[in-house]
């Protein structure tokens, strides 16, 4: 197990050069220039090529690549060409509103959507199956944005219950910390909840009809150790993979739930990098995505061993 | 314990953050800006939000007026000699840095010149400038080679970039790389430590600051400070905004979108009213290298079709106390707007008549690329109407949107349209900068800026404005560029643009005049 760890630990290493490699030159070809945001709309030609030379970037590709992969490979993700500030102290000043955002919405999708897909499957056929699973509908049909607005008009306007915007962070209380993300947390997590509600129903379905659910059946077990300790357990592996897959859903959606909600993660920062051309922190924070899901794919593989035992790496 | 006890405790537990919130926001001003904050250095870069930013953190020499006529500001005396070549400039006392040092001559000498070599009238003063020295910790000599009566309104005016008055060790830093902290002598200080570019942006207020014991008057006279903190807080996206400032959790926004407006009168807590007079100058630029608009017959032939009404109105919509026409080539409402000529916009519209204009001018058909930023609905609006405008005088328009980061490295490029350049496009001015031909970018004829336009003829009239004696020498001067504006036309004016300042009526003592200022406003 443990030299399988260490193999996917270094396997992360030529993944992340491609992401690096594909990120850059990507960036290169890509129309626009951050010298002449910078410089703004009054600026004269000779000003945007004085501020060019200044950020270096009327240098060759290769040099640019050459120098930026050796920072990379120092931990230096450089500077950003905007603030000035480092890239790692942007990501810094942003990771805690995206976690928090994300595992909130992780727990809390998780937690809807698994019984709901057990109790569907349960119920098959029946008004609850089709709630369910309209429900479901629903919810991936329903942009985020659109329930994102919704929710603010309801919940934080009408009823004045919770705060339209922005983030606090966790060390000023657990209360506030959740006032703030509940909203933008149920918004993004609806598609999320919808994915995993079908995949359990499905997968429920499916383990529900074995032998061995009839064979502990027979021998008197209560329909809630069948479902959650029998049956559950034997559908995991396809659902936790769904559960993985979905961070990558969430990370887009982060993008979109911190605009409506203003929240200051890297959502937005990626955002706003993006349309000013900012390529130091556009590529710090895509390397950071990158790293974040090859990690969270381990996770997944490793975590097969827990529920299934006939898996060994 | 019992259910009502848990549900008292639930129910304070949840109310008490928003309590202790309200509390601390009494003496907090809560802001929307228009953008993002991202150079904090007010003299390396144009961008509005850092010229706002570089308000509050730092003084200028001069403060420009509401009747935009500069007055001392840091300044506590200015003479000059009887020929006009000597400037001398006395320090006010009680001046200091927010790093505690006391504000010298020598870093204000400093500061002009780094701004010199960045700003447009700095430029000018880089040219006419014999010497700048310091006599004293106190006074500042500015000896010129030609007399300039101009140079106070230069040193204050308020449009970027401004000459923000920095200590000495920082403004020696290369003028186009921004300098990496914010000192100024400002009535508010940055609190680097807390901002979080894209999204937070925290002053405190100066406490050694000293204001001149007079009323506030735009950037000139006291500016008292009645806030401990002003936080900005970006947020991009305008429904959030406007919610936001309905559920009271911001105070301020200062560019409420226009289709949001008639939600936000409907609150009685919500004021709107416009706070920058001197706004924004539409204008419609063309590329002066390239047919069919190197042709200035061209170029004239569609001023009978221009609708300066249809373009504010899709810009900001119909309520006409966002924007004024007719607009010249100065800002209506400033001292050199005049109306020489102006009936070239303010006749009635003819397009069969732009049509035989364009046919004697020689137009077959020759496809017109117009560029527009997806993500700048007012420059976008502008765009539209232009296309649609070219269109119904016969002109083949392939409008081109695209977001602005790459519309502006876009439209930096001199080749022809087939080959990725391009013919036009609409932009913006801000009202200060172009209510006076010094500073007027787009009337130069100097190929300086971008759509490349030349003109002898204007850069004379330029040269001569610099040296007029006085204002009516100096209308004069702008009622004859005017006029030649208007047979040259390196730029369409399109409008006036004054959107307004959405705020909580919480707020009352905003300082009109310009962009956002955080002196003299109150809560109550």
Redesign the interface.
Known sequence: MFAYIVRRVLATIPVMAIVALFVFSLLYIAPGDPAAVIAGDQATPQDVERIRESLGLDRPFLVRFGEWLFRILQGDMGVSIFTNLPVTTMIQQRIEPTLSLMVLTLCLAVSIAVPMGVVAAWKQGTWIDRAVMGFAVLGFSVPVFVVGYVLAYVFALELDWLPVQGYTAFSNGFFPWLENLILPAIALGGVYIALIARITRATMLEVLQQDYIRTARAKGAGQRSILFLHALKNAAVPIVTVIGIGVALLIGGAVVTESVFAIPGLGRLTVDAILRRDYPVIQGVILLFSFVYVLVNLAIDLLYTLFDPRIRY | MHRRSLLQGSAL??A???LAAAQSSARTLRFVPAG?L???DPVA???TVTRNHGLMVYDTLFGLGKDFRPKPQMAAQHEVSADGLAHSITLRPELRFHDGEPVRARDCIASIARWSKRDMLGQRLDALLQEMRAPADDRIEILLKKPWPGLAWALGKPA?NICAIMPERLART?P???V?EAIGSGPFRFRQAEW?????VVYERNTHYVPRDEPADFLAGGKPVHFDRVEW?????P??AA??L??N?IDWWETPLADLLPVLRGSRDIAIEVVNGAGALGMLRFNHLHPPFDNPAVRRAILPAIEQRAFMAAALGEDQAQWQVPAGAFTPGTPLANDAGLEVLTGPRDPEAAKRALAAAGYRNRKVVILSPG?FPTLGALAAVAADTLRRIGMNVDLQV?????L???R?KKDPPEQGGWNIFC???EGF?VSVPGSH?PLRGNA???GWATSPRREALREAWFEAADLPAAKRIAEEMQRLVWEEVPFVPLGLLRPPMAYRRSLSGLVTGGPPLFWGVRRG
């Open positions: 537990a949840l008490a953050p928003r993002s991202g150079t904090i870069a144009t961008t970027a290369d186009v790389t921004p990496t979080v570019p894209g999204s937070f807080r970006i947020l991009p996206d429904a959030a919610a936001a309905q559920a959790e993500d695209m977001d602005w980061g790459t502006v490295q876009r930096a932009t913006t001015w900068e970018q300086g800026w971008i």
